[in-house]
């Protein structure tokens, strides 16, 4: 038996990934800020898979959140109670419609959510990580502005997470919602690639891949939305109009299962820093924007976010470092 970490593994897409990992067997570890949320798919889960479901409260917003979380796991695989992780599946994240808001941190919501939090989830997880492991990062298409998924979503902007978290701060207009939230997926495959040649330099075997799920309607995603946005995005004129601007389509049952997959099927134990897209019944590795491809800007946000989370010298795990 071995276990996978997932957040947000209680709704949406993660949901339908912690169901197909329990159906093959797979110990999980659900990671999430509602304890009476994922009790209720913790039952679930055991019932469906005969397997171990450990909950571990934990708001990827908070700093102090994230390195209690991690503290929990840990501790959990020293004792021998849990094997080392098979996977780390960095899933949670939203789009944040309405004023803007601030973490507890003092940071932007959407970039401590979605980029912060995982980023420090990423070093403090490292060595729990079984030696042929893996981290998927859930990313978004809507991270290149070169996509309808890019246009439509608002494109993203530079990757600079120094002004990304101060956003909107002393009078300055903010960026709108769905930028911040491309941007923040721009971050988050940027974090995948240079986890990837970090863990990749340092001889690691671990494999660091990111996925765009495709735009995935029957989730919670759009929850900030108007209710009238909501309705119409799961109706079949919607997934028609969207098809034909030539967004990327899924499915939550089939981009849920494509995550388990990526997370633990043979397969893809080889790829590592590349980018995966479901899309219409299909998985496949397609190249991602531009912009996340350059390595000095990759570089500036590792640092940046280093620095953002307070990364002591003993949070730092050897491989990637
Ligand atoms: N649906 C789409 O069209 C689409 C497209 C591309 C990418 N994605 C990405 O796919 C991932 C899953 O989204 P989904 O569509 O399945 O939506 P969802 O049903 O809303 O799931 C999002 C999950 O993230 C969790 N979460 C949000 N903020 C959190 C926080 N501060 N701390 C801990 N957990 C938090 C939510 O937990 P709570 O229940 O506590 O809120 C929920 O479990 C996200 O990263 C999203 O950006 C979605």
């Known amino acids: 038996?071995?276990?996978v970490f997932i957040t947000g593994g209680h709704s949406g897409i993660g949901l339908e990934c912690s169901r197909q990992l329990a159906l093959r067997g797979i110990n999980l570890v659900l990671a999430g800020r509602s304890a009476a949320r994922m009790q209720a798919v913790a039952d679930e889960l055991r019932t469906l898979g005969g397997i171990t479901v450990t909950t571990v409260e934990l708001d990827t917003s908070s700093l102090a959140s994230v390195r209690a979380a991690a503290t929990t796991c840990a501790s959990h695989i020293e004792r021998g109670e849990m094997e080392p992780l098979r996977a780390l599946i960095c899933n949670?994240?939203?789009?944040?419609?309405?004023?803007?808001?601030?973490?507890?941190?003092?940071?932007?919501?959407?970039?401590?959510?979605?980029?912060?939090?995982?980023?420090?989830?990423?070093?403090?997880?490292?060595?729990?990580?079984?030696a042929d492991g893996r981290i998927v990062f859930t990313a978004?298409?809507?991270?290149?502005?070169?996509?309808?998924?890019?246009?439509?979503?608002?494109?993203?902007?530079?990757?600079?997470?120094?002004?990304?978290?101060?956003?909107?701060?002393n009078g300055a207009k903010p960026l709108s919602a769905g930028?911040?939230?491309?941007?923040?997926?721009?971050?988050?495959?940027?974090?995948?690639?240079?986890t990837a040649r970090r863990l990749g330099r340092s001889g690691s075997a671990i494999a660091a891949i990111a996925y765009d799920p495709g735009s995935v309607p029957d989730t919670g995603f759009l929850r900030d939305m108007p209710r009238a946005v909501q309705?119409?995005?799961?109706?079949?004129?919607?997934?028609?109009?969207?098809?034909?601007l030539g967004v990327t389509t899924s499915t939550v049952a089939f981009s849920g299962a494509a995550l388990a997959d990526l997370a633990t099927d043979?397969?893809?134990?080889?790829a590592s820093g590349e980018y995966f897209q479901a899309r219409e019944g299909q998985l496949s590795a397609v190249?991602?924007?531009?912009?996340?491809?350059?390595?000095?800007?990759?570089?500036?946000?590792?640092?940046?976010?280093?620095?953002?989370?307070?990364?002591?010298?003993h949070e730092r795990p050897a491989e990637l470092h």
């Open 266 to 270: 043979e397969h893809y134990a080889t």
């Open 92 to 130: 949670a994240g939203g789009r944040f419609d309405g004023e803007i808001s601030y973490s507890v941190d003092g940071y932007e919501l959407t970039f401590a959510t979605n980029c912060l939090g995982h980023f420090l989830l990423v070093e403090l997880l490292l060595p729990t990580i079984a």
């Open 1 to 3: 038996m071995t276990t």
């Open 231 to 244: 309705w119409l995005s799961k109706t079949k004129l919607f997934r028609w109009t969207s098809k034909r």
């Open 287 to 313: 190249r991602s924007s531009t912009t996340s491809y350059d390595h000095q800007r990759a570089l500036t946000l590792w640092n940046d976010s280093m620095q953002l989370v307070g990364l002591l010298p």
């Open 140 to 169: 978004s298409g809507t991270h290149d502005p070169d996509t309808a998924d890019g246009r439509l979503a608002g494109a993203a902007v530079e990757p600079d997470a120094i002004s990304l978290v101060t956003d909107g701060k």
């Open 179 to 194: 930028k911040r939230y491309s941007t923040s997926k721009l971050c988050t495959v940027m974090y995948a690639y240079e």
